[in-house]
């Protein structure tokens, strides 16, 4: 199983970046796909969940407007369109993937959003 994020990297405030999530070695369509961060100090939090083929979607309220969640269930790929970042955007953004007892983490990708 594996959950290889990219996109990450340094951003001016009000800047755009899409995060990408490539899954292998399990049923990604049958799987809970989220988007989670971690800044420096601070817990996890989830950002963004998409649920079944279907899609339907959910968001923290700090994000809301801003961010947007997709799969290509083609391409075995979670997406995150991040819109408007803010300097409190900056974390370390991690891939989940969760279907019952089974869940999954990527490594894991650096954002930053600074001037």
């Known amino acids: 199983v594996q959950l290889v994020e990219s996109g990450g990297g340094l951003v001016q405030p009000g800047g755009s970046l899409r995060l990408s999530c490539a899954a292998s070695?399990?049923?990604?369509?049958?799987?809970?796909m989220s988007w989670s961060r971690q800044a420096p100090g601070k817990e996890r939090e989830l950002v963004a969940r998409i649920i079944g083929a279907g899609g339907s979607t959910n968001y923290a309220d700090s994000v809301k407007g801003r961010f947007t969640i997709s799969r290509d269930t083609a391409k075995n790929t979670v997406y995150l369109q991040m819109n408007s970042l803010k300097p409190e955007d900056t974390a370390v953004y991690y891939c989940?993937?969760?279907?019952?007892?089974?869940?999954?983490w990527g490594q894991g990708t650096q954002v930053t959003v600074s001037s």
């Open positions: 989940y993937a969760q279907r019952g007892l089974n869940s999954y």
């Open positions: 070695g399990f049923a990604f369509s049958n799987y809970i």
